[in-house]
Nanobody, 124 residues
Framework: HLVESGGGLVQSGGDLRLSCVIS????????MAWFRQSPGKERAFVAA?????????YADSSISGRFSISKNIAGDTVYLQMNVLRPEDTAVYYC??????????????????WGQGTQVTVSS
C-alpha cells in the first residue's frame, strides 16, 4: 500500500517535495520509483532508488539536475524533491514499488505496486 502526498500548485521556478509512505515490509531488494503522467501522454519514468544501496537513477539530465529522489532512515518513505519547476513538469505523479530483482528498472511494467497519484501543477 503506497500513499503519496505533497503535490499542489506552484509557480514556475518554485519547489515541491513529494512523499510516498510504504505500508508493509521493505528490504534491500526493494526499488521505489516515481513516474508522472500528463493528460494525453503515457506514464513516464522520473526517478528510482534502490533501498539497500541508495543508488538512484533519473530519466534524463533535465530531471537529475533539478529533482532528487531519497528515502528516510526508517525505510518506509520515499521522497522526490523537485526544484526549479517548469510548466512542463505539470502532471500527476505516482510512486511505485517492486520487490526483489537486481538493478533499477525504468519500465512501469515492472512495478506491480502503485500509489493513487498526486497532482503537481506548475503555473507560468
Amino acid at each position: 500500500h503506497l500513499v503519496e502526498s505533497g503535490g499542489g500548485l506552484v509557480q514556475s521556478g518554485g519547489d515541491l517535495r513529494l512523499s510516498c509512505v510504504i505500508s508493509g515490509r521493505t528490504d534491500d531488494t526493494t526499488t521505489m520509483a516515481w513516474f508522472r503522467q500528463s493528460p494525453g501522454k503515457e506514464r513516464a519514468f522520473v526517478a528510482a532508488i534502490k533501498w539497500g544501496t541508495g543508488t538512484a537513477v533519473y530519466a534524463d539530465s533535465s530531471i537529475s539536475g533539478r529533482f532528487s529522489i531519497s528515502k528516510n532512515i526508517a525505510g518506509d518513505t520515499v521522497y522526490l524533491q523537485m526544484n526549479v519547476l517548469r510548466p512542463e513538469d505539470t502532471a500527476v505523479y505516482y510512486c511505485a514499488a517492486r520487490f526483489g530483482g537486481y538493478g533499477l528498472s525504468r519500465s512501469k511494467d515492472t512495478y506491480p505496486y502503485w500509489g493513487q497519484g498526486t497532482q503537481v501543477t506548475v503555473s507560468s
